[in-house]
């Protein structure tokens, strides 16, 4: 059932770009301009006349909630807040029926999560719920939702549940900036046209499978990781991080790139891999500066960059190409070497890849 691959990790990995349709399909329509969520539809002035949305999630899916903050508050202009929903429950939390939750979930399962939505909910706030699995715990508690359609995802790490929520949050934000009027209509419609051109990116980006599995050769024995990056890719960095230590388990750290300076960079030596996100963006030339910085200090570089980048090839050590899309959407094809780069290594560390030790797909205990 591992369709012909050695882990249910890698071909989930491989899966990313026809998931990625499946959840856009019937959705999305680029050419009409249209796109249409059943869930969201009769709940759009509840998330228009919002004071703030508040997202509530664990582990990777909190790092999508993390990327949506940025997507939402930049095209539709809603305050948005992203907890960690173990945190929010326990800390007294103000929450009105003003306030709209949205709930990021892969299994629908996690015990943190739900509790956060029953109390979003005892306080009278509107709860949308975003999870893969169909009929799961999340998705009957919530008020209404729209499903990411990832399929099962057996590995551990989450890969392809990330990849889609992203596509379903960046939906739900271009629709509600399309109807408050805060996103221009070429802008608009020129997002819907990318959002469609995603699964060929990232078909293009996994091309580079072999690239990366010899730079991971390279890192296997390295005992720390920095995972720096700007703006939309700062929760990429997170996510890299996380995904590297949970199944290579060698400690990684994500940061944004700008707070290096505030204390990671006293890490930094010859010994030091750090993954910097430099593609092209509004951030590329401080992101350019912060990789000076680490070189300086004789740190090694890898860095992910757009494919036809000259400045930052020059300067790195090794670098992961992912095609050009634009910056709103790049979190969606740089996940996919920071992936594949923890998957090669965790590989060549004998790690069980699927089952790391002491995790669990679902955590449904607190
Ligand atoms: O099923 P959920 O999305 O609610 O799970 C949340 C986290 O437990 C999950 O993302 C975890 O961090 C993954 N193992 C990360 O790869």
Redesign the pocket.
């Given at each position: 059932e591992k369709g012909g691959y050695d882990h249910f990790m890698l071909k989930e990995i491989y899966e990313q770009p026809s998931v990625i349709r499946d959840t856009y399909r019937g959705r999305l329509l680029a050419n009409e301009g249209i796109i249409k969520l059943g869930g969201l539809e009769e709940y759009i002035p509840k998330f228009i006349n919002a004071d703030r949305i508040i997202i509530v999630?664990?582990?990777?899916?909190w790092h999508a909630g993390l990327v949506a903050e940025y997507i939402f508050e930049d095209w539709a202009r809603i305050p948005v807040e992203v907890e960690y929903a173990s945190e929010f429950r326990y800390r007294n939390p103000i929450i009105t029926e003003k306030d709209v939750v949205i709930a990021?979930?892969?299994?629908g399962?996690?015990a943190d999560?739900l509790a956060a939505i029953k109390l979003a909910k005892e306080k009278g706030a509107f709860v949308y719920g975003i999870c893969n699995v169909v009929g799961s715990t999340i998705s009957r508690e919530t008020h209404s939702g729209t499903y990411t359609h990832a399929g099962p995802e057996i590995g551990?790490?989450?890969t392809k549940?990330f990849t889609t929520q992203i596509t379903v949050l960046t939906m739900i934000a271009l629709k509600l900036a399309q109807i408050k009027g805060t996103i221009s209509k070429s802008n608009y419609m020129m997002h819907l046209r990318e959002l469609e051109q995603i699964p060929n990116h990232v078909e293009e980006a996994l091309k580079s499978n072999d690239k990366i599995k010899e730079i991971a050769e390279v890192f296997k024995d390295a005992s720390n990781f920095l995972y720096l990056g700007r703006g939309y890719n700062f929760p990429v960095a997170l996510e890299g991080a996380?995904?590297l230590k949970?199944i290579s388990y060698i400690h990684a750290e994500g940061y944004p790139a700008a707070e290096m300076k505030h204390g990671p960079i006293a890490l930094i030596d010859e010994n030091m891999p750090v993954v910097v996100i430099a593609i092209n963006s509004n951030h590329y030339d401080k992101v350019v500066s912060n990789i000076q910085e680490i070189k300086s200090r004789k740190g090694v570089i890898i860095a992910v960059v757009t494919k036809g980048d000259t400045v930052v090839r020059e300067m790195a050590d090794y670098i992961m190409e992912v095609p050009n899309t634009p910056e709103t959407l790049t979190p969606l094809v740089t996940t996919i070497p920071l992936q594949l780069l923890s998957y090669h290594i965790a590989v060549m560390l004998n790690r069980n890849v699927d089952q790391p030790r002491n995790?669990a797909k679902?955590?449904t205990v607190e």
């Amino acid at each position: 059932e591992k369709g012909g691959y050695d882990h249910f990790m890698l071909k989930e990995i491989y899966e990313q770009p026809s998931v990625i349709r499946d959840t856009y399909r019937g959705r999305l329509l680029a050419n009409e301009g249209i796109i249409k969520l059943g869930g969201l539809e009769e709940y759009i002035p509840k998330f228009i006349n919002a004071d703030r949305i508040i997202i509530v999630a664990c582990g990777t899916s909190w790092h999508a909630g993390l990327v949506a903050e940025y997507i939402f508050e930049d095209w539709a202009r809603i305050p948005v807040e992203v907890e960690y929903a173990s945190e929010f429950r326990y800390r007294n939390p103000i929450i009105t029926e003003k306030d709209v939750v949205i709930a990021i979930s892969q299994s629908g399962e996690t015990a943190d999560t739900l509790a956060a939505i029953k109390l979003a909910k005892e306080k009278g706030a509107f709860v949308y719920g975003i999870c893969n699995v169909v009929g799961s715990t999340i998705s009957r508690e919530t008020h209404s939702g729209t499903y990411t359609h990832a399929g099962p995802e057996i590995g551990v790490a989450s890969t392809k549940a990330f990849t889609t929520q992203i596509t379903v949050l960046t939906m739900i934000a271009l629709k509600l900036a399309q109807i408050k009027g805060t996103i221009s209509k070429s802008n608009y419609m020129m997002h819907l046209r990318e959002l469609e051109q995603i699964p060929n990116h990232v078909e293009e980006a996994l091309k580079s499978n072999d690239k990366i599995k010899e730079i991971a050769e390279v890192f296997k024995d390295a005992s720390n990781f920095l995972y720096l990056g700007r703006g939309y890719n700062f929760p990429v960095a997170l996510e890299g991080a996380l995904k590297l230590k949970e199944i290579s388990y060698i400690h990684a750290e994500g940061y944004p790139a700008a707070e290096m300076k505030h204390g990671p960079i006293a890490l930094i030596d010859e010994n030091m891999p750090v993954v910097v996100i430099a593609i092209n963006s509004n951030h590329y030339d401080k992101v350019v500066s912060n990789i000076q910085e680490i070189k300086s200090r004789k740190g090694v570089i890898i860095a992910v960059v757009t494919k036809g980048d000259t400045v930052v090839r020059e300067m790195a050590d090794y670098i992961m190409e992912v095609p050009n899309t634009p910056e709103t959407l790049t979190p969606l094809v740089t996940t996919i070497p920071l992936q594949l780069l923890s998957y090669h290594i965790a590989v060549m560390l004998n790690r069980n890849v699927d089952q790391p030790r002491n995790l669990a797909k679902s955590v449904t205990v607190e």
